[in-house]
Structures are given as C-alpha cells and as structure tokens.
C-alpha cells in the first residue's frame, strides 16, 4: 500500500503569544496575509488562522478583523482555510464561532474539553519597560486564572450553528480525556467520520510532550474511532519539531507556525512561519515522506473544496 503523504498546517499567529515576544509573529493584517500565503509556498497545505486587532496585536474574533485578510490569502494560494473557533481563550463560544460562521471556510478547530489553559510563566521572561503595548503584561501575566471552556453544552451549540455549513473540525485534543468527549459527541451524531483530530502536547493544562504520551494518546483514539478518523500533531514550545518528526514517521500529519512556538531551534527565534514549515518539510521528505498538496490534503480530510467558502 502507498504511504500516506504528511499534510502540514501552519498555524500563523494564534493568541498565546503577543508582539513583545517577537518581531516576527504577525499581527497585521498585511503580515498575517503575507506570512500565510509564504507558508503554503514552503509546502503547507493548511492554513490555521486567527485575527488580531490590526494596530496593537491583541487577540480579536470580531469577522472584521478577518475580512481584510481571508481574500488576499484566497486570492494567492491554493491552500485550505482553516478559522479558529478558539480564539480570545476567555470569550463565549457564541462570539467565537463567529468568524467560522461568516466566512464558512473548508475547516475550522473545534476545542473538545474545558481546562486551565495557562501561559503565566513567559511574563516573568519580561521587564517593564520591555513590554511594547499596553495589553501585554497583564493578558500573559493573568493566564494562571484562564478557564478555556468548552462544555459539551458549547460543542453541541458550535457543531449545530456550523453544520449548515459542511465545515470540517480540527478536533483539539490536549489531553486523552478529551478524545472520550470527542467519542461521545460523534456517538449522538454531532460529527461525521472521518474526524481530524490534533493530538496537542504540551500546553500548560493539557498533556505534556513526551513521546509515551504521543503513543498512548494514539492508541486510545484507534481504540475508540478505529478506521474513522485522521490525525495530526501539535507539539507547543519545544516540542514543536520533534514531534511533528515524530508524527510523520508514525504515518500522521503535523502542525507548526508561531501560534504554537516561536521558535526555530533551542533559543533562536524563528524568522518567519515559513522558515518553520521548510525546516519540517525538508526533515520530512529527508526521511522519506512525501508533504500532501492542498488538494491532496482536501481528499485525505474529505473538504467542501475551495469553492464553498465565504470570501
Ligand atoms: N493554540 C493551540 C494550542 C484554537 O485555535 O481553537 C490550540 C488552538 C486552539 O489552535
Ligand atoms: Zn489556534
């Protein structure tokens, strides 16, 4: 049987971290656009995006932040469109579909449990007069009291406004009991086979990054969903590489992007999205995978297709 080809998604901005921590992660429209369209040209055949508030870089859901964007990335690659349904971890879920609801794009994630979502500790990295807006200190400092919640009351509320809409769910999953809700929510036919799911390590609050977890993580989903669903991994901070490295050998696919790290390699910054996503393409195919185009990727994932979408 051929070899699965890896389907890579670059996650360009993403809320956790803010303009201070690096000058590359983008918040403006003009350099969300362009870091996505430079990160499908480097081989990423999904795109997962958020939106910031165009002047100061803070985490927004509001569609009008969106709007200058989606087009623009439409318009100069082929990729899919993925929207975070995730985005201002403290919001309601009514506000955070919101932009998945405008735009109707191929897919959007869709968050599987409530948890401590927390990222307090890259504050105490930060002096004073180090932060560049005012916004910073306190949304980094105040994440230790962050509930990101996502009852199964909001995922039912999500997947019945979006059905209408043939999206496809990035499951996130950060941590094992999150792929039983997953189980669950398809046992009363609120997601079709077959599901994506994103195994996520290493977030503060979910499972950490060791490879075990990876394993048994993977194993707890064949379990439970069998032929009926896709995968990807998602490793924050560090991890990133390696268990993407990981993911490809085990015959899934895999996230990168600074939403996740900002990184390049241990304690150097990364100079763009696309400087990660070629990292981990070329580590990909030097061991002999092949990277999925993004029309590759629609028929992996089973996508509306391109044509369907809102913008
Ligand atoms: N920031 C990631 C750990 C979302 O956008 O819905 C998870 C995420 C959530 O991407
Ligand atoms: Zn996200």
């Keep these: 049987m051929a070899k699965q080809k890896t389907i890579i998604t670059c996650a ?13 992660l983008p918040f403006t429209y003009d350099d969300i656009a362009q870091q996505a369209v430079d990160a499908a040209e480097a081989g990423a055949s999904i795109l997962h995006l958020h939106a910031r508030h165009n002047e100061t870089g803070a985490p927004s859901v509001n569609p009008d932040d969106f709007a200058p964007f989606l087009p623009r990335i439409k318009q100069s690659t082929n990729a899919v469109v993925n929207i975070s349904t995730g985005g201002s971890l403290t919001l ?11 735009f109707s794009p191929e897919m959007c994630s869709m968050n599987m449990g409530s948890m401590n979502f927390s990222f307090h500790p890259l504050a105490n990295r930060y002096s004073e007069e180090d932060w560049k807006y ?3 200190k306190d ?28 999206i ?23 997601f079709k086979a077959p599901v994506f799911i994103q195994f996520i390590f290493g977030i503060m609050g979910g499972i950490g990054p060791e490879v075990d977890n990876l394993i048994f993580m993977k194993r707890t989903a ?55 996503v070629a990292k981990i393409r070329r580590i990909v195919e030097d ?23 809102s913008f």
């Excluded at 901005?13 to 921590?21: E, F, K, L, S, V």
């Excluded at 309601?92 to 405008?102: L, M, V, W």
């Design 222 to 276: 064949d379990r439970l969903f069998g032929d009926d669903y896709r995968w990807s991994v998602l490793g924050a901070g560090g991890a990133q590489m390696g268990l993407g490295t990981t993911a490809s050998q085990m015959g899934g696919h895999l996230r990168v992007g600074l939403e996740d790290s900002l990184f390049i390699s241990r304690g150097k910054l990364a100079a763009s999205n696309a400087q990660q």
């Design 168 to 190: 496809k769910f990035e499951h996130e999953c950060y941590d094992v009991g999150h792929l039983y809700n997953l189980k669950y929510c398809m046992d009363i036919g609120l």
């Design 12 to 24: 360009v901005t993403g809320a956790i971290h803010t303009p201070t921590m690096s000058d590359a």
């Design 287 to 309: 061991l002999g995978c092949e990277i999925a185009s993004p029309d590759e990727a629609r028929e992996i994932l089973d996508l509306k297709g391109g044509d369907s979408v």
């Design 134 to 136: 005012d916004w910073e």
């Design 92 to 102: 309601s879920i009514q506000d955070r579909i919101k932009p998945a609801k405008t």
């Design 139 to 166: 949304y980094v400092a105040n994440s230790d009291q962050n509930i990101f919640r996502n009852t199964f009351r909001d995922i039912k509320e999500a997947a019945e406004t979006l059905a209408p809409h043939g």
